[in-house]
């Protein structure tokens, strides 16, 4: 299978995205949708990762 990813690179949205722990949902919302991605990390005001917020599957 040549053409799996092997590594998280190949399939990651560049550049990153995150919220804050203080998101509202309509912020989270709009970050998904805008950006085409099905979840996003939430960090601390330190840029540490502290949750996720992803889809209903």
Not at 31 to 54: D, I, Y
């Amino acid at each position: 299978m040549p053409d799996t990813p092997h590594i998280v690179g190949d399939v990651m949205t560049v550049p990153a995205v995150a919220v804050g722990r203080d998101a509202r949902f309509k912020e989270i919302v709009r970050v998904v949708q805008e950006r085409r991605v099905s979840g996003v990390p939430v960090v601390s005001g330190a840029g540490r990762a502290v949750g996720a917020v992803s889809e209903a599957g």
